[in-house]
């Protein structure tokens, strides 16, 4: 569900009994689990596609007012606009996106951030003459870097000449 979940349209969305939620759940990077767990439902461990808690999230079953109270805190919103029967939308997006769109950016550079120093790592494993230039790099202040990628740039200019 939580991939199908990333492709739903906001005409999708209003198909399901509380549209604004399932917004929220798209939006967000929780897991079933973060979830379950904040609905207050017994199991510690729940795979994703988890009957229980997907049949509350999609209205199948009755969500008590005490998991609801518990889901509007999750997602720091009140409960009357999570449980609407509406989508609320702003300039054709749910307002979830909007609520989301900041730390899902953050959270997409930090796994872009992760997955260049993964990429380093090997480098410097494949090419072990680089790990002394690295030691001696970051020795060096901002501007000494600076300087020296001018130079790096120079040098590259000239051989393609």
Wanted: charged share 35%; proline share 3%; aromatic share 10%.
């Amino acid at each position: 569900m939580k991939k199908y979940l990333k492709d739903l349209t906001v005409d999708d969305l209003n198909t399901f009994k509380y549209p604004n939620l399932m917004a929220e759940v798209k939006e967000t990077s929780y897991s079933i689990c973060t979830i379950a767990d904040h609905i207050g439902l017994p199991r510690p461990y729940r795979k994703e596609d988890d009957s229980e808690t997907w049949d509350k999230l999609t209205g199948r079953t009755e969500i008590t007012a005490d998991e609801s109270l518990r889901l509007a805190n999750l997602f720091g919103v009140f409960p009357e606009y999570l449980f609407g029967h509406e989508l609320k939308v702003v300039s054709g997006q749910s307002a979830a996106y909007w609520r989301w769109l900041d730390r899902n950016r953050e959270i997409d550079k930090e796994i872009e951030r992760s997955n260049q120093i993964r990429k380093i790592e090997q480098e410097l494993k494949d090419k072990p003459y680089l790990f002394e230039f690295v030691k001696e790099a970051v020795t060096l202040n901002h501007d000494e870097i600076e300087d020296f990628i001018k130079i790096l740039r120079k040098m590259e200019r000239g051989n393609h000449k």
